[in-house]
Each structure stands twice: as structure tokens, then as C-alpha cells.
């Protein structure tokens, strides 16, 4: 089964704030994945001693979007708002700063949207 790390944002998505995923991966490999496929949700990648934190089902086939361009509910989605509530740091970031660089490095990435249907540690022990 094919795995997704959310190392910045695990809390988000075991909190049920996190829908979306933005990802820098080559096309080859975001036309890999599928709509309904179920895939682990890992803490950190499992070669950096990461952990599966839960499942997620994809709700659509990953597709590329400008960054820049995403429309503004794309904060919320990506657990970014629930983070900035809940005063967590992203590489030592804001949310919002952390947003605001991250558009403007990375224009172009893969959307990964999905559901959260299983979670295996809670937040407290992500």
C-alpha cells in the first residue's frame, strides 16, 4: 500500500482539519495514485523512523495547480487555520508565514485531496 507523510501537518489531519495535500512529486508518480484508492498516513517517512498515524481515501486523482492561484479556503484545507488556532509552528513558521513563502517557492505542486477514515494514534501521541 502506498504511504503519505505529513510530518509539518499530523496534527491537522488527525484532528480532521487537514482535506488537501500539496505535493512536489514527478508526474509520473502523482498519475500513480487514484481516486478512492486508500493509502497509510505516516507521521515522517518510514526511512526517517516515521510512524503510520492512520488511512486516508482519496476523494479525486492528484492534479497540478498554480499556488499562487489556489483559491482561499486552500489554508483551511491544507489544516493550516486549525494549526494557526492552535498556535503549532510549521519549520518554525506561522501558518500564515509559512503559506505566504510557501506560494511563492513552489507555484506549481500536485493536489492530493482526500478523507481521513482511519486514524491509529491520537493527536497527543502523533
Given at each position: 500500500m502506498?504511504?503519505?507523510?505529513?510530518s509539518y501537518t499530523v496534527e491537522a489531519l488527525l484532528a480532521g482539519a487537514k482535506t488537501v495535500t500539496r505535493r512536489d512529486w514527478s508526474e509520473r508518480y502523482a498519475r500513480s495514485f487514484n481516486a478512492g484508492e486508500v493509502v497509510q498516513a505516516w507521521d515522517k517517512l518510514?526511512?526517517?523512523g516515521g510512524k503510520?498515524?492512520?488511512a486516508i481515501r482519496l476523494?479525486?486523482?492528484?492534479?497540478?495547480?498554480?499556488?499562487?492561484a489556489?483559491?482561499?479556503w486552500a489554508f483551511a484545507d491544507e489544516?493550516?487555520?486549525w494549526m494557526a488556532v492552535h498556535d503549532l509552528r510549521l519549520q518554525g513558521l506561522?501558518?500564515?508565514a509559512f503559506w505566504l513563502r510557501w506560494r511563492e517557492?513552489?507555484?506549481l505542486l500536485w493536489v492530493v485531496r482526500f478523507e481521513l477514515i482511519e486514524r491509529t494514534v491520537t493527536i497527543e501521541e502523533a
Open positions: 502506498k504511504i503519505i507523510s505529513f518510514p526511512r526517517a503510520r498515524v492512520g476523494t479525486h486523482a492528484p492534479f497540478q495547480e498554480n499556488v499562487r489556489a483559491p482561499r489544516g493550516l487555520a506561522t501558518p500564515e517557492e513552489n507555484p
